[in-house]
């Protein structure tokens, strides 16, 4: 699963929030800052897992924050371990 958010997304925690939220469930991705203002999470693991972990961070507080969230899934490539924030 790759979601990239939109709207206030930067500078308000919400890389860090989004790791915290990750810790509880099994998914293994990474979360980052783009140049033009956006967020990505990749996240790779079963179907329900992901589902629950992307309605968890809207749930965490962060939902004020989206003002849009445009989602893509694809195979996982197997190739990510654990949930890490990059650049």
Request: glycine share 14%; proline share 1%.
């Amino acid at each position: 699963m790759m979601i990239h958010y939109s709207g206030r997304v930067q500078g308000v925690g919400f890389r860090y929030q989004t790791h915290r939220v990750a810790a509880g469930f099994e998914v293994a991705g990474t979360v980052r800052n783009l140049p033009d203002g956006r967020v990505e999470l990749v996240a790779e693991g079963e179907e329900s897992e992901l589902a629950g972990f992307r309605e968890a961070i809207r749930d965490s507080g962060l939902r004020g924050f989206i003002r849009n969230e445009e989602v893509a899934w694809s195979d996982a490539r197997g190739d990510l371990r654990g949930f890490v924030i990059t650049s």
